[in-house]
């Protein structure tokens, strides 16, 4: 008989947030047979999976509105953390018992899934497996973004747009950590709070008088010229101001459209000012500079470990309640990472 496993399934495309017991309307569903995977290849790896971060791409993807479509049904998901239980014959990287965190395309939502060694990254000790689920996505993406794409140097001014999103706070405690002047944009005192928490010189809410004028304040008042670094996974209006404090030389960092709205950066503005802009996808690294991508996830788990870094998770929630976790997301009430946890609930000690 084929063994099965739990796994949340998404059954048609449609609206995450409808609840589970709707199974009408629902897109997704809980199941306890959903086929358990097999070894795919000689340097396959399987893992229990402990926790699995939700991400604004999981919404999408469950909508049908994300680049990447897997054939229905499938199990969603990406980041994960977990136990290896079972390995190749060929895996060198990892072995059976080893503590494990990384990324796939989907099918982390689900308590075991088969991936490449290649997927896969140790945790250290002093790194919990709650955190280390949180990890690879929003911290992997913000490091390449500010260290190997913009080169952010200490003393240079950070601009964050999204501030208290997932990506967003960690472009902030990560822009700290590499002695940046950090600038935060969040809308509603919750988030703006948090952010003063974590240590951004400067935060503010732009909902009453938007970006220019209070950062342009706040720039002179520390005889500062301009933006170094604008790092915007929002689009639309707020980039097009932030735009207007970027200074000659400076570094766009272009991570997502969460606002819906594509912006469009002026040719001639960025030739006359030498911008440089960068487009980040985080996932395309493991194909085209992995070693680059592994060195950094090291990297970010160790200060993970060594507490120099705080992995904020503002929601956790089991599987069953996942429409929760999606609607968290899709109502922008997200401070930092949701994550979904495989067990009744993971202790951070």
Same mark, same amino acid.
């Given at each position: 008989?084929?063994?099965?496993?739990?796994?949340?399934?998404?059954?048609?495309?449609?609206?995450?947030?409808?609840?589970?017991?709707?199974?009408?309307? /629902?897109?997704v569903e809980e199941t306890r047979s959903w086929p358990r995977p097999a070894l795919a290849?000689?340097?396959?790896?399987?893992?229990?999976?402990?926790?699995? !971060?939700?991400?604004?791409?999981?919404?999408?993807?469950?909508?049908?509105?994300?680049?990447?479509?897997?054939?229905?049904?499938?199990?969603?998901?990406?980041?994960?953390?977990?136990?290896?239980?079972?390995?190749?014959?060929?895996?060198?990287?990892?072995?059976?018992?080893?503590?494990? /965190?990384?990324?796939?395309?989907?099918?982390?939502?689900?308590?075991?899934?088969?991936?490449?060694?290649?997927?896969?990254?140790?945790?250290?000790?002093? /790194?919990?497996?709650?955190?280390?689920?949180?990890?690879?996505?929003?911290?992997?993406?913000?490091?390449?973004?500010?260290?190997?794409?913009?080169?952010?140097?200490?003393?240079?001014?950070?601009?964050?747009?999204?501030?208290?999103?997932?990506?967003?706070?960690?472009?902030?405690?990560?822009?700290?950590?590499?002695?940046?002047?950090?600038?935060?944009?969040?809308?509603?005192?919750?988030?703006?709070?948090?952010?003063? !928490?974590?240590?951004?010189?400067?935060?503010?809410?732009?909902?009453?008088?938007?970006?220019?004028?209070?950062?342009?304040?706040?720039?002179?008042?520390?005889?500062?010229?301009?933006?170094?670094?604008?790092?915007?996974?929002?689009?639309?209006?707020?980039?097009?101001?932030?735009?207007?404090?970027?200074?000659?030389?400076?570094?766009?960092?272009?991570?997502?459209?969460?606002?819906?709205?594509?912006?469009?950066?002026?040719?001639?503005?960025?030739?006359?000012?030498?911008?440089?802009?960068?487009?980040?996808?985080?996932? !395309?690294?493991?194909i085209h500079q992995p070693d680059t991508l592994r060195d950094s996830m090291k990297r970010?788990?160790?200060?993970?470990?060594?507490?120099?870094?705080?992995?904020?998770?503002?929601?956790?929630?089991?599987? !069953?309640?996942?429409?929760?976790?999606?609607?968290?997301?899709?109502?922008r009430k997200v401070i930092g990472k949701v994550v979904l946890v495989l067990e009744e609930?993971?202790?951070?000690?």
């Amino acid at each position: 008989m084929e063994a099965k496993i739990r796994a949340l399934v998404v059954k048609k495309l449609g609206d995450p947030k409808v609840p589970l017991s709707d199974g009408e309307r /629902c897109p997704v569903e809980e199941t306890r047979s959903w086929p358990r995977p097999a070894l795919a290849s000689p340097t396959s790896v399987r893992v229990k999976v402990k926790a699995t !971060s939700v991400n604004f791409s999981t919404v999408l993807q469950i909508q049908g509105l994300y680049q990447e479509k897997p054939k229905l049904p499938f199990v969603p998901g990406g980041d994960f953390s977990g136990v290896v239980t079972e390995v190749g014959p060929q895996v060198t990287k990892v072995k059976v018992g080893d503590r494990v /965190c990384g990324l796939v395309n989907y099918g982390s939502f689900a308590e075991e899934f088969v991936a490449d060694e290649s997927e896969m990254f140790l945790v250290p000790s002093g /790194c919990d497996l709650l955190t280390a689920g949180a990890v690879p996505v929003v911290y992997g993406t913000s490091h390449l973004a500010l260290e190997h794409r913009a080169n952010l140097r200490p003393g240079q001014v950070l601009l964050v747009l999204g501030a208290a999103g997932g990506v967003g706070l960690a472009a902030v405690q990560l822009g700290k950590l590499m002695g940046a002047i950090v600038i935060a944009v969040a809308r509603g005192k919750e988030k703006v709070d948090l952010l003063k !928490s974590q240590g951004a010189d400067f935060v503010l809410d732009p909902t009453q008088e938007g970006i220019l004028k209070p950062v342009q304040a706040f720039l002179k008042s520390r005889k500062l010229k301009g933006v170094d670094v604008l790092y915007d996974p929002v689009g639309g209006k707020l980039h097009k101001e932030a735009l207007k404090l970027v200074k000659w030389g400076g570094h766009i960092l272009i991570i997502g459209f969460a606002s819906g709205e594509i912006p469009s950066i002026p040719a001639n503005i960025a030739l006359v000012k030498n911008w440089t802009v960068h487009g980040l996808y985080w996932g !395309s690294y493991a194909i085209h500079q992995p070693d680059t991508l592994r060195d950094s996830m090291k990297r970010l788990l160790n200060w993970v470990a060594d507490g120099k870094l705080n992995v904020h998770i503002s929601n956790q929630f089991p599987l !069953s309640q996942a429409n929760l976790a999606f609607a968290t997301i899709m109502d922008r009430k997200v401070i930092g990472k949701v994550v979904l946890v495989l067990e009744e609930r993971l202790s951070r000690l």
